[in-house]
Every structure is written in C-alpha cells, then in structure tokens.
C-alpha cells in the first residue's frame, strides 16, 4: 500500500435551477486537489495550502477538508496520522462548492490510503460533517455529485437518501465566474421562508422535468425544465448583469441557464463543446461589457466523481 | 367507416401523493364507455345517460362528453351530427377523474368515426374543455393520464407540456371508494395558498424521486418517494379514517399510499396483483369498522388509454 496519495475532486453546480436544495452536478473542471500522507505520529495534520490566497485555516479542526478526514478515522476508530496539503484550484466561494470539493478529496484519499475500508456512497457523511464546518449545516447537493460524479438527486436528507440520476451523452457545462463576492448566508437569509403554493407546483413540474428529459435523454425538455421561479428571481439581484448573461447564453444555444448554487457563478448546460464554448465567450462579453471580470470553465458533465492523479 | 363507436375511457389517479397538480396515471378499472353514433342531422346531442342515478344532464352545451366532442367538430369545422350515449361505470365525485374519463371516451371516439384526423395527443385540448365545464377549471392531471394511459406528468400548463414517463413492469394499483362525499371544489379551498419552503423542496425532491424511480423500475424508490407533506395532511380530514386506512395498505405490503386526485378515495401500489389485492381487502376492513361502505378496485397501470369497445 502506498504511503501516499494525490486526488482531485471536481467542483459542482447545486440547485440546477429547479432543483433548490435536491439537484447537483459535477463538472470535469475546476476541481480541488489533496495530497495525503502516512505519518507515524497519530493525528491529521494540513501542512500546506496553496491558492487561496491566505483565506483558509490549517487548522484541521476548522477546515473542512480536516473534519471531513477525521470524522472518517474516527467512525473507523483508526488511530493514524495524516498529513494534508490542500491546492485549491478553484474560486473559494464561488457557487461552485469549493469546500465541498476539498472536502470530498479529503475523504475519497484517505479511503484510498487506507485500503478502502468504505465504498463510494459511503465517505458521503463524512464530506458534509466537512461542509457543516464551511457552511454551518451539512448540505449535500455539492458534496454528493462531488463524490458520486454525475447529476444526483439529494430526495431526502432524514434519512439521507441519494440517487444518481443517468444522464444523456452529450450534455456540457459552461460555467462562469463572476469577480464579485456573494456570501453563502446572505444568499440563503434573502429567500423568503414561504411561497406561493402555485409557484411551488411549477417549480415541482420543472423539476420532474427535468429528472424525465435527463433519463430520456430528450435535451429539449431538460432546457424546458430549466426554470426556477421561487429562488433565482431573488438571488439573481446579488449577480450584476444576471438577466442579460442568461439571455446571451440562451440566445447562443443553451439549453438552460441559470445560478450555479448560491452564486455568484452562473452555469449553462447545452449539447455540443462547440455550443457551451461559444455560450461562454456570449456570456463573458456581457460581464466584460459592464466591467466585471470573470473565468469561464467548459467541460462535459463529469461522471466519475474524484479521480487519483498519482 | 363505421356509423357507430362505442369506446371505453379509464378512471386515473391525480397528484400521486408528491405530485400535485402535475402527476396523474390510468388503472384499467373502472372507467367510462361511450357510444357515439353519426346522424345525417347536424349537432352534437346526448340521448342517453346510464349509471349516473340521475345527476348528469343532457344538455350537450353542459356535459363534459358533450363539450368535448363539440369543441372538437368547431376546432376540425366538421359539420357532423352525434349522437352519444353515454354508460357512467364508475362513481361521480369519486376523485377518479369521473368527467375526465367521459371526456376522453368522446372525443377519442369522435376522432375515430371520422377516420382519425388528429393523433391521440393532439385530442387533449378538448377533453380539458370538457373537464373545464365539469371543475370550472382546464385541468389535464386525470384528462392526459386517460387518454395517453400509464404514468403522465403536466410539467407546465402554458405552454401546456405532457410528459408520458415510462413505467416498471409490475406496478399494481389499488384504489378505494369509500362512500362519503367530498366536493372538488371544497378540497381545493381549504389549501393554504402559501407555503414554507421548506415543505416545497421537500415535496419537489420526492417528485424528482417518484419519477426517478419509475424510470429506473426501482420499486422502493417509488415507495419512498410517494410522500405529500403539503397537500394530504389538509385534505386527509375530509377523507373519515384516512390515516388508519393508509397505515392498513402499507402493513399489508404496499409501496406507498395517498389521495387520488381530490378524494374521497384513497389508492396504493404494490408491486404484485396478490399484494394489491391484500392491500384492497385491509383498507376496506378499517372502512367497515367505521361503517363507511366502499368499493375496492385492482388493476395493472393502464399503459394504452382508450380501447374501442366494438
């Protein structure tokens, strides 16, 4: 067994915009990458954090890719030492569940180091004790496409129930990032507690919808389905330029567009390379026009979940 | 072509618990039959009406069956001549889609009396006027399910967007009639008009898992699935011993329970004719022990819709 292991796991798109709190996807890139390492002396150790200009804490109990590697020893009443270097290569929050990635890298690497004591579906509590520490609850709509790859359906969380849901073969994903904060918490504490119960059945409509056309593999109802009438028309005021990137990215064939989480990244899906390329240069020349910088990431949906680099 | 038509049109469970307003699916009993007849006369008229104990007229201008065949003959400018004779088989006020099922018999035979000048989904537009005569609203949840059959989801009404959703193999259908009277219109008030989001992202992960379910034949999937937290536990009240006839269908094997459309009667799944028929006779022992007398139908989902009869 080797002594030590390097993993990276993607960022992912949560809510895909009917699915507020139920629907998630990963994506092939950005993504976070860890190296774990055996240490003789008891105790997980994060030695090193690259790429987040300073923001987050080496101290293992407040960083979710510490708590997330050992709650996993614990429940396995392993008593070992690791040692964790984090490279964050993606935006710390973004939308993109930045602590989710690291979180599930954390996992998926000690697993890996240890010999596999637990299969996939299994790491998923401990990677949201890691996003409990981020965000204060353990969400699972980031974490779990994270670690399973692919669109995942969080159906209930008491008890946890998880599907993944197959998806067609040609589905990409545009995504970009705005230069502008958006906090988590304000995100969450703007959105009204309750809503129009006729709002409510469009939303559930779009979401069937949506999980039918993935299945069916029928591109032109997945974009149909892509509609969030409850949670994007409030977020969308925190995003400068919201509307019109959207507009651009359906206007250059997207089948949908819509927040990526709670922001401020936004996500397109459509059914070429070519299309999504095209839908990200539209989208940032909309943010460009009103000088907000931005990055654009493209790649296909990712249906592996973490991967081992060496 | 033939002169005369007499077709039969099946009875449907609407929301399938998670699914308000925008699930519904056809059993194979019971259901309604029509006889439509042309006439050298022009007009669309109702001669005869049986099973109805009286309650239903006549009057083509008011009768489902009636507009439905009506707004089909304006909408093609056929200046044809029907006649209808119309055999209620299944109870009224039921919430088993009762004036859907007359409405899609109609104009599913009208449209084969006159050699099938539109296809089946193009014939939905005027079973829902038929249904907005009888509800005073164009619903489609028993209305599609009648006329495409097996699982149908209404994913949006405007533009109107009717998904067929593929189903398992072995999926049976109980229902049960007890008879006490609930009005459409009242079980529709009595709803709260908002709701906590919380309760939403709840009911839309159970939708997203009902479908998945469906479509991937995981038959726990479905049962887990099959939860209303904001409709049944308002409606349940109007149903005497709801909740004790549910528990029944569940301990007796059943996947999952709930309201059909509006009430009073109450259906469940289960995956054999054997179990759906245990279920049946337990729910229909707690209805006697209140001494509410019932009718108990089982059937296999209804995957083609209207049969002609003769």
Known sequence: MKDSIKVFAPATVANVACGFD????????????????????????????????????????KNTVGVAVSRFLKHLQIDAGIDITLHKKMPLGSGLGSSAASAVAGVFAVNQLLGMPLNQQELLPFAMEGERIACGSAHADNVAPSLLGGFV???????????KIPTPANLYSTII?????????DAREILKKQIPLRDAVTQW???????????????????????????????????????????????????????SGSGPSIFALS???EIAHKVGSEMQKVLNSIQIGSEVYISKINNSGPQILD
């Open 22 to 61: 139920v629907l998630g996807f990963a994506v092939e890139n950005p993504g976070d990458e860890v190296v774990l390492t055996k240490k003789s002396t008891p105790g997980v150790k994060i030695t090193t954090i690259t790429g987040d200009e300073g923001r987050l804490t080496k101290d293992a109990d």
């Open 177 to 185: 990032h705005p230069q502008v904060e958006v906090q988590t918490k």
């Open 271 to 273: 059914t070429s390379e």
């Open 153 to 163: 359906l969080i159906r209930s969380y008491d008890p946890l129930d998880v599907i």
């Open 205 to 259: 409509g779009n979401v069937g919808g949506l999980i039918a056309g993935l299945m069916l593999s029928d591109y032109q109802l997945i974009g149909r389905s892509m509609k969030d009438v409850i949670v994007e028309p409030i977020r969308a005021i925190l995003i400068p330029g919201f509307e019109d990137v959207k507009q651009a990215a359906l206007s250059a064939g997207a089948l949908g567009c819509g927040i």
